[in-house]
C-alpha cells in the first residue's frame, strides 16, 4: 500500500485559525490577507444554512498546510416544494510543499466521515476546475452534465482593442496609443459599478421601466421568485435571507437590473471579479435572471448588453428553457466550445453521497435522480463562480 | 527518448514523477488513487497522457478513474481497449 505521509493531522475549523486559513488562502481567493478574511467572514462565519463553519483543515505540525472548506445551501425540490440543507465542498488548497502527498484524499476521507454522523445524504459541487473535477471524480462524485455555457462577445471591445494595437506598431503614433480615451471605452477593466450612477444616490434608469442599481432589492426580488412559482425541479431556496447574505461576496461586484410596473416585473443580476486572481473583470456573469414575461425577460436582457457594450457576457444554459434559449440566441449569445477531453475548463455539476455504500441509481431528492441534469433549476449565483 | 521506451515505461516513468515525494515501490498492483498515492494533480497529468498515448478525449461523464485507473496494469488495460476502439 502507498504510505501517507506522517505527521498529518485532519481537524475541522475553530476561529483559532482564521489568522492561518486567512493567510493559506493567499494561494488560492487573493493576494490581500483583508480581503480573505472578509470573504471568509461572508461565506462562512455568516452562511445562513452552516453555523458554525465547517472547513476541514491539514495540519503538519501545527502548521496549517492545506483546506477544503463546505459551505451551507438550501435546496428546494417538488411540488409542494420539500426543502433540504446541503453541503457544496468548495475551496481547496493545499500548500506546494505538501502536495502530491494524498493530503486531499485524506481531508476528503475525514470530510465524508463527519458528514455522515452530521446526517448529510449528499454533497454537491458546481464550481470544480478541470484538475479538482478529475479528482472529485476519482473519489466517488458523477457529473450530471456540464452547465451549458453560453458567451455573448463584445465585437466593441474587439474593435477598439485593434485600434490601439494598431496605434502601437504606427510612426509617430505609438506614443500616443496608451492615452486614448480607452477608459470611456470600457478597455480598463472598469468596475461594473461605474455603469450605475456615480454618485449612488440615484438609480440609472433605461427607458422607463428598467432601474440599475449596485444592491439588491432582497425582498422584492424573492416576492416576484414566490409569484412566479416553482416547477418542482431541484433548485436553491431564494427567499429574503438568501439574497441578502448572497450579494455580499467580497470578492465579486454585483449589479442589478430591475424593470418594475406596478410591483417588481424581472431582475436580472450581473456580476464582475475583484480577486487579482480572478479571470478578467471585462467577464461579466449573468447569474441570476427572473421575469414573469419572455417580453420583460428580453428586455433586461438587451438591457444588460445596452449598458456593458464593453463587456464579454456569460450565462449558464444547462436547465433554462427553450425559449429563453433562443432569446440569447437572437442576441448573439454562442456556445462556448463544448469539447470532451480533461483539459476543457467546463463547468459541471457534481453530486455524490456521503456514504459509500448507497448505490448510485437511488441518488435522489424526491424522486428527482440528482446525476440528471433535467432535474435541476441551476443559475450561477448558486456557485460561488458567481 | 519516449518513442524507444514501451507505453509501460512511460506510464512508471510519468508516475514516479509524480509520486517522487512518495517512498512507495511503484508495482503493476499499486494502488495510485484509492490510497491517495496520486494527488488530482497527479491524476489531471495522467489523464492528459492517456489522452496522449490513445489519441482520444476521455469522456468525463461516463469515466471513474478509482475504478479503471488505479494500478498501472488497469491504466495500461484501459489505454489498450481504447487503442482497439
Not at chain 1, 433548485?235 to 447574505?245: F, G, T
Not at chain 1, 459509500?356 to 460561488?384: C, F, H, K, T
Request: charged content about 25%.
Amino acid at each position: 500500500m502507498a504510505k501517507m505521509n506522517p505527521g498529518y493531522e485532519i481537524v475541522t475549523y475553530q476561529p483559532d485559525f482564521r489568522k492561518d486559513v486567512v493567510e493559506l488562502q493567499k494561494n488560492l481567493w487573493s493576494p490581500d490577507a483583508e480581503l480573505n478574511a472578509a470573504y471568509l467572514e461572508w461565506k462562512h462565519e455568516r452562511n445562513p444554512y452552516l453555523q458554525p463553519p465547517l472547513l476541514y483543515l491539514a495540519l503538519h505540525g501545527q502548521k496549517v498546510v492545506g483546506m477544503r472548506s463546505m459551505f451551507g445551501v438550501r435546496w428546494e425540490f417538488g411540488i409542494p416544494a420539500k426543502r433540504m440543507s446541503g453541503i457544496c465542498p468548495d475551496d481547496l488548497v493545499i500548500v506546494p510543499e505538501h502536495r502530491n502527498r494524498g493530503l486531499i484524499t485524506k481531508m476528503m476521507k475525514s470530510a465524508f466521515e463527519d458528514l455522515e454522523k452530521r446526517g448529510y445524504p449528499y454533497v454537491f459541487s458546481l464550481s470544480a476546475g478541470k484538475i479538482t473535477r478529475l479528482g472529485s471524480l476519482a473519489m466517488g462524485w458523477r457529473s450530471a452534465g456540464s452547465m451549458q455555457p453560453r458567451h455573448w462577445h463584445s465585437r466593441r471591445a474587439e474593435y477598439f482593442q485593434r485600434i490601439r494595437n494598431i496605434a502601437r506598431e504606427t510612426r509617430f503614433i505609438w506614443r500616443y496609443a496608451d492615452k486614448l480615451p480607452y477608459r470611456h471605452w470600457g478597455m480598463s477593466q472598469e468596475s461594473l459599478h461605474g455603469l450605475c450612477n456615480p454618485n449612488g444616490m440615484r438609480p440609472k434608469k433605461i427607458g422607463s421601466r428598467i432601474s440599475v442599481e449596485q444592491g439588491p432589492r432582497a425582498g422584492e426580488m424573492a416576492n416576484l421568485i414566490s409569484r412566479i412559482g416553482h416547477d418542482g425541479r431541484i433548485r436553491h431556496v431564494r427567499d429574503e435571507e438568501y439574497l441578502s447574505w448572497r450579494f455580499r461576496n467580497p470578492l465579486h461586484r454585483y449589479l442589478f437590473l430591475y424593470w418594475e410596473e406596478k410591483d417588481l416585473e424581472g431582475y436580472l443580476v450581473l456580476q464582475q471579479y475583484v480577486s487579482e486572481y480572478s479571470l478578467s473583470k471585462v467577464r461579466v456573469n449573468i447569474v441570476d435572471w427572473e421575469a414573469t414575461s419572455l417580453r420583460v425577460r428580453a428586455g433586461l436582457l438587451r438591457a444588460a448588453i445596452r449598458l456593458s457594450p464593453f463587456v464579454d457576457l456569460n450565462i449558464w444554459t444547462a436547465t433554462i428553457g427553450a425559449e429563453t434559449k433562443n432569446l440569447l440566441r437572437d442576441v448573439g449569445f454562442q456556445p462556448v466550445h463544448e469539447g470532451v477531453g480533461v483539459d476543457q475548463e467546463q463547468p459541471c455539476l457534481l453530486v455524490r453521497s456521503v456514504r459509500a455504500d448507497v448505490p448510485e441509481v437511488e441518488w435522489s431528492l424526491g424522486n428527482r435522480r440528482l446525476q440528471d441534469m433535467a432535474n435541476w433549476d441551476i443559475r450561477m449565483i448558486y456557485s460561488m463562480q458567481g | 527518448m519516449s518513442g524507444d521506451m514501451s507505453i509501460r515505461d512511460r506510464l512508471v516513468r510519468l508516475l514516479e514523477e509524480g509520486t517522487k515525494d512518495s517512498v512507495v515501490e511503484l508495482g503493476d498492483d499499486t494502488s495510485l488513487i484509492r490510497s491517495g498515492l496520486l494527488d488530482s494533480l497527479g491524476l489531471f497529468r495522467l489523464a492528459l497522457w492517456i489522452e496522449k498515448e490513445t489519441g482520444s478525449r476521455l469522456d468525463l461523464e461516463s469515466l471513474d478513474p478509482a475504478k479503471e485507473w488505479d494500478s498501472i496494469e488497469g491504466i495500461l488495460t484501459f489505454v489498450a481497449k481504447h487503442l482497439e476502439g
